[in-house]
């Protein structure tokens, strides 16, 4: 990795390099090339057990590191699980390892490159299931905060419908994230920039907005579409744990919108 010198990787060795430290890896931008003059650097301790602190922010030689202890054990245990594996997958296959005395952090490194999803679709698509139930919640408030203008509850509850249909959608999907920076692109170019979930998402979150419509209203408005559309999306694997909440959801959606009361000014 050249983006950082050896004097400053040797530095960040000396510093952590401790009894108990299984060993030492830098993650994120730097290892990726895609670093610029406001990029953190991540690294990554590995042990056993977590100290107290086991995440905190520090300014080494004028940069921004982010130090981040993490259970080795933790990690592989990521690998088996969907919503986790999205991110740990990629982050651990490209991790730049420092110090790896054991050979531990070489093994998990390649582990994560032989990864494979296809046995993981099962709880994944469950994951997906339950974050549309329980988004149900999210709904009815949405519902009532626009029938009675109370911004501050469309905006709350959109918030979360908003972010946990989007990690259902890209969970159940099986998209890995190479960075945090392109979440929302990765769901874009999957779905596309015409299909009426990515029309949802974008309204839902404020990425786009509508002319002489008030922005809570539209927001908690897509926000409503973005629960049918993922609906739609997970319609041939909804079980019958969560049917019933997720239909009658969708049916007072319905109801709502031809009362009119999501375009009372």
């Known amino acids: 990795m050249t983006q950082l010198n050896d004097t400053f990787l040797q530095s960040i060795i000396a510093r952590f390099n401790r009894p108990g430290v299984i060993g030492i890896s830098v993650a994120g931008s730097y290892t990726r090339g895609?670093?610029?003059?406001?990029?953190?650097?991540?690294?990554?301790?590995?042990v056993d057990e977590l100290p107290k602190d086991d995440y905190t922010l520090r300014i080494f030689d004028e940069k921004l590191v982010?130090?981040?202890?993490?259970?080795?054990?933790?990690?592989?245990?990521?690998?088996?699980?969907?919503?986790?594996?999205?991110?740990?997958?990629?982050?651990?296959?490209?991790?730049?390892?420092?110090?790896?005395?054991?050979?531990?952090?070489?093994?998990?490194?390649?582990?994560a490159k032989d990864f494979k999803w296809a046995?993981?679709?099962?709880?994944?698509?469950?994951?997906?299931?339950?974050?549309?139930?329980?988004?149900a919640e999210e709904a009815h408030k949405i519902m009532s905060g626009l029938k009675t203008n109370n911004e501050s509850?469309?905006?709350?509850?959109?918030?979360?419908?908003?972010?946990?249909?989007?990690?259902?959608?890209?969970?159940?999907?099986?998209?890995?994230?190479?960075?945090?920076n392109r979440v929302f692109a990765i769901l874009e170019e999957h779905f596309g920039s015409d299909h009426p979930w990515t029309r949802s998402f974008r309204l839902s979150f404020?990425?786009?907005?509508?002319?002489?419509?008030?922005?809570?209203?539209?927001?908690?408005?897509?926000?409503?579409?973005?629960?049918?559309?993922?609906?739609?999306?997970?319609?041939?694997?909804?079980?019958?744990?969560?049917?019933?909440?997720?239909?009658?959801?969708?049916?007072?959606?319905?109801?709502?919108r031809a009362s009119g009361a999501s375009r009372q000014p």
């Open 66 to 111: 982010s130090v981040k202890y993490v259970r080795l054990a933790d990690e592989l245990d990521s690998l088996t699980k969907p919503e986790r594996a999205v991110w740990a997958v990629p982050g651990l296959s490209n991790m730049h390892i420092l110090s790896d005395e054991n050979g531990a952090l070489a093994k998990l490194k390649q582990t």
């Open 153 to 180: 509850k469309v905006l709350y509850a959109s918030w979360g419908m908003f972010k946990n249909l989007s990690f259902a959608a890209l969970v159940q999907a099986g998209l890995m994230i190479q960075t945090e």
């Open 119 to 135: 046995g993981l679709q099962p709880a994944a698509d469950q994951y997906a299931v339950d974050k549309l139930s329980s988004c």
């Open 206 to 256: 404020g990425m786009d907005v509508e002319d002489g419509v008030p922005a809570y209203k539209t927001r908690g408005t897509a926000s409503l579409d973005m629960y049918e559309e993922t609906a739609k999306l997970l319609k041939d694997i909804i079980n019958d744990k969560h049917r019933e909440v997720i239909e009658n959801t969708l049916q007072l959606i319905t109801k709502f």
């Open 34 to 46: 895609m670093q610029d003059e406001f990029s953190d650097v991540d690294l990554d301790i590995f």
